[in-house]
């Protein structure tokens, strides 16, 4: 079945740690995004690609980074330098987004410890 | 849209109550879709319904049904007999002009009490 894939679906960071966050679709989808949902909070876009090795600015890049080398991957880097990374990330993907919305996948939760 | 709006950030509802949840959208295109995602406990967004502009027909799937009013903007969602596995989160969205990415509402915490 074609889907999203987001892994791991837990994932434990250290203070002063990069971390890398998987997204990964077998649908075919020319665009790809990464939200971030605080705790009662909406979704905050991050990043957005819409074709393979471009990509832009959301809302909320600072202390990000994302590659875009493959059509079916869009994995996404917390770095140091975002001084609040627990959250909720959600990866989606889309064919046409003006007739078609998002898939989504099922998310991961990022913890600083 | 430019923006969607949901002003209702929290409802609850005893069980097999109706509830309806309001959107209302701004938006300088002249055809365009509208879609509604209900985000469970587990995280996931799940994606309800789209609409497009030219249709205004109300929409019914089972117990949900959707009401789209041009004249007023709005595209609310009507849950009828709720059940407790209608507690959720519900964001409205809408492409953004130029289509690139939707443009969501803050999103409705619906919490149905057994």
């Known amino acids: 079945d074609g889907g999203i894939t987001q892994s791991p679906k837990y994932l434990f960071r250290k203070e002063g740690q990069n971390v890398t966050l998987s997204c990964e679709q077998n649908?075919?989808?020319?665009?790809m995004y990464w939200y971030r949902q605080d705790p009662g909070q909406g979704l905050r876009l991050i990043y957005y690609s819409q074709i393979v090795n471009d990509f832009q600015k959301g809302d909320i890049a600072e202390g990000y980074s994302v590659s875009r080398e493959k059509k079916e991957s869009f994995p996404l880097t917390v770095t140091s330098a975002q001084k609040n990374p627990t959250a909720f990330y959600l990866c989606a993907s889309s064919i046409m987004v003006s007739d078609y919305g998002y898939t989504f996948g099922s998310g991961t939760r990022l913890t600083v410890v | 849209a430019q923006k969607v709006t949901q002003a209702q950030t929290e409802i609850s509802v005893v069980e097999k109550e109706d509830v309806t949840l309001d959107c209302v959208y701004e938006t300088r295109d002249t055809t365009y879709y509208l879609f509604w995602y209900k985000q469970p406990p587990s995280g996931e967004l799940v994606f309800l319904i789209r609409r497009n502009s030219f249709d205004e027909q109300n929409e019914i799937s089972g117990r949900y049904s959707w009401n789209f009013q041009k004249s007023t903007s709005s595209f609310n969602f009507t849950i009828t007999a709720s059940q407790v596995v209608d507690s959720a989160v519900y964001f409205c969205a809408s492409p953004n002009f130029g289509n690139e990415k939707l443009t969501f509402g803050t999103g409705t915490r619906l919490t149905i009490i057994p």
């Open positions: 649908l075919n989808h020319d665009a």
